[in-house]
């Protein structure tokens, strides 16, 4: 009876936090999604089929449902084979929303599912016609998975992303209206911003609609939905930044009472040391500092400049130029594919790291699809084109992975940053780097983007 019952525990375990972290960060899953041909409306739902599913699933292995066992072997089965068919169309590497965020397609993940499918079907064949639902395994199953999902939610930000040269500059004040302390920008159609509006509101911010207050996000300067900006009792900003958690909106308002408080209680303190730094220094460091405040309130190896003077192109997310977070690219915009090799921003075509586009075999072409010839009429040899993020630690000598994600609504898709991560203190530009997305004490060094068809 033993081993039933820790192969009950194991499969509900592993079902119920998959679907928690499914139906607790939808966005993500929808991305996923698309990495097995969904687009649409059907990726921006896959996250509540999945979820349910693998929720019931779980829920009858633990009631003891005879069909339970070959039922979760066979869907775990057709997960497995999803994952395969990915890899062969290439997609090795592309997220996979298996367990979480993080989760990548990979002959690893492949095996993991297998072996769960394994563990289902031994199951299956010792299952017995009358067996009682084991108490025992209910109750781990719901520890694990409950331990496992805080866990992994634990990890995300509690700060807001802040890209150099989006939104209002701190201390610039951008006239968005009497007493307005904190405001929080949405979309029409916009998800994320949907589920931030009720606590945006509790919080006793603004909310600003990018159609009907066109004039407000013109004066903020604000790069895309859902963007929060929290300002001083003076009108000044004193903190901006994307947030898709409550915790990410709650870090930004923080940082405006606790940059009140630095300055009521006429002491120079660490928050409002922080605050009259240069903007350099002060970026995402002042949301940093403020977010160990909005704990308690919500209770919920580079030295300086790494890119030379004139070094830096221009970079945008959803239209609106930054410097120095960019990672380098090719062709100077940091759009990438599922995968993090670089396309060109305006087509979204791939290209080479000389910046050339390619076909499918990585051949340099033309604007017209034809291979490029060099002088004498030959086909131009292939050049290397490496994952952004990898080419990133290359050329500055450091370690470096992509970990987690941030989102925004952009002109009606969801849009996905990501962090490229190292083990060093300082980020491209020479800033102190700060956790973001980043894992097991990794922090950011340059940031992405990937341009998705999901609807946000």
């Given at each position: 009876m033993l081993l039933p019952t820790l192969l009950v525990a194991l499969l509900s375990t592993t079902l119920l936090a998959a679907a928690a972290l499914k139906a607790g960060d939808p966005t993500a899953t929808a991305v996923a999604a698309t990495t097995f041909g969904l687009r649409g409306a059907a990726a921006r739902w896959a996250w509540l089929a999945l979820a349910l599913l693998e929720a019931g699933l779980a829920v009858a292995l633990?009631?003891?449902?005879?069909?339970?066992?070959?039922?979760?072997a066979a869907v775990l089965g057709v997960f497995a084979l999803a994952q395969v068919l990915a890899i062969f169309a290439g997609r090795t590497g592309a997220p996979c929303g298996c367990f979480g965020a993080r989760g990548?397609?990979?002959w690893g993940s492949v095996a993991r599912t297998a072996v769960l499918a394994g563990a289902a079907i031994a199951l299956a064949i010792g299952w017995g016609?009358?067996?009682q639902p084991p108490l025992l395994p209910a109750v781990a199953a719901i520890a694990l998975?409950?331990?496992?999902?805080?866990?992994?939610?634990?990890?995300?930000?509690a700060g807001a992303l802040d890209v150099e040269g989006e939104g209002p500059p701190l201390g610039s004040a951008p006239a968005l209206g009497d007493g307005v302390r904190l405001a929080l920008f949405s979309a029409p159609g916009c998800h994320l911003c949907r589920a931030l509006?009720?606590?945006?509101?509790?919080?006793?911010?603004?909310?600003f609609d990018e159609v009907a207050d066109a004039d407000a996000w013109a004066r903020a300067e604000v790069p895309g939905a859902p963007y929060a900006v929290a300002l001083a009792a003076d009108g000044t900003v004193v903190a901006k930044g994307t947030v898709n958690t409550r915790t990410q909106l709650a870090s930004v308002f923080g940082a405006a009472q606790a940059h009140d408080h630095g300055r009521g209680s006429g002491a120079d303190g660490p928050v409002d040391a922080v605050a009259h730094q240069p903007e350099r220094t002060s970026r995402r460091g002042f949301l940093a500092t403020a977010s160990a405040a909005v704990a308690v309130l919500t209770a919920g190896r580079l030295t300086g400049a790494l890119v030379a003077p004139g070094d830096a192109e221009a970079y945008h997310f959803c239209g609106h130029i930054y410097t120095t977070d960019g990672c380098p690219h090719p062709t100077g915009l940091p759009r990438i594919?599922?995968?993090?090799?670089?396309?060109?921003?305006?087509?979204?075509?791939?290209?080479d790291d000389l910046g050339r586009l390619v076909d499918a075999n990585g051949a340099p072409i033309d604007e017209a699809g034809a291979p490029l010839l060099d002088p004498d009429g030959r086909p131009m040899p292939p050049a290397r084109r490496r994952r952004v993020c990898t080419a990133a630690g290359k050329r500055y000598r450091v370690e470096v992975r992509t970990d987690g994600?941030?989102?925004?609504?952009?002109?009606?898709?969801?849009?996905?940053?990501?962090?490229?991560?190292?083990?060093g203190s300082r980020r491209i530009n020479g800033d102190r780097a700060l956790r973001g997305y980043c894992y097991a004490r990794r922090r950011v060094f340059c940031v992405m983007y990937f341009q998705t068809n999901v609807p946000c």
């Amino acid at each position: 009876m033993l081993l039933p019952t820790l192969l009950v525990a194991l499969l509900s375990t592993t079902l119920l936090a998959a679907a928690a972290l499914k139906a607790g960060d939808p966005t993500a899953t929808a991305v996923a999604a698309t990495t097995f041909g969904l687009r649409g409306a059907a990726a921006r739902w896959a996250w509540l089929a999945l979820a349910l599913l693998e929720a019931g699933l779980a829920v009858a292995l633990l009631a003891a449902a005879p069909w339970a066992p070959g039922a979760t072997a066979a869907v775990l089965g057709v997960f497995a084979l999803a994952q395969v068919l990915a890899i062969f169309a290439g997609r090795t590497g592309a997220p996979c929303g298996c367990f979480g965020a993080r989760g990548r397609i990979s002959w690893g993940s492949v095996a993991r599912t297998a072996v769960l499918a394994g563990a289902a079907i031994a199951l299956a064949i010792g299952w017995g016609a009358r067996q009682q639902p084991p108490l025992l395994p209910a109750v781990a199953a719901i520890a694990l998975a409950a331990a496992i999902v805080w866990r992994l939610r634990a990890a995300r930000p509690a700060g807001a992303l802040d890209v150099e040269g989006e939104g209002p500059p701190l201390g610039s004040a951008p006239a968005l209206g009497d007493g307005v302390r904190l405001a929080l920008f949405s979309a029409p159609g916009c998800h994320l911003c949907r589920a931030l509006i009720p606590q945006a509101r509790r919080l006793g911010a603004s909310v600003f609609d990018e159609v009907a207050d066109a004039d407000a996000w013109a004066r903020a300067e604000v790069p895309g939905a859902p963007y929060a900006v929290a300002l001083a009792a003076d009108g000044t900003v004193v903190a901006k930044g994307t947030v898709n958690t409550r915790t990410q909106l709650a870090s930004v308002f923080g940082a405006a009472q606790a940059h009140d408080h630095g300055r009521g209680s006429g002491a120079d303190g660490p928050v409002d040391a922080v605050a009259h730094q240069p903007e350099r220094t002060s970026r995402r460091g002042f949301l940093a500092t403020a977010s160990a405040a909005v704990a308690v309130l919500t209770a919920g190896r580079l030295t300086g400049a790494l890119v030379a003077p004139g070094d830096a192109e221009a970079y945008h997310f959803c239209g609106h130029i930054y410097t120095t977070d960019g990672c380098p690219h090719p062709t100077g915009l940091p759009r990438i594919d599922r995968h993090g090799y670089p396309l060109r921003a305006k087509d979204g075509k791939p290209v080479d790291d000389l910046g050339r586009l390619v076909d499918a075999n990585g051949a340099p072409i033309d604007e017209a699809g034809a291979p490029l010839l060099d002088p004498d009429g030959r086909p131009m040899p292939p050049a290397r084109r490496r994952r952004v993020c990898t080419a990133a630690g290359k050329r500055y000598r450091v370690e470096v992975r992509t970990d987690g994600a941030w989102y925004r609504c952009c002109d009606g898709r969801v849009r996905k940053l990501l962090d490229c991560c190292t083990t060093g203190s300082r980020r491209i530009n020479g800033d102190r780097a700060l956790r973001g997305y980043c894992y097991a004490r990794r922090r950011v060094f340059c940031v992405m983007y990937f341009q998705t068809n999901v609807p946000c």
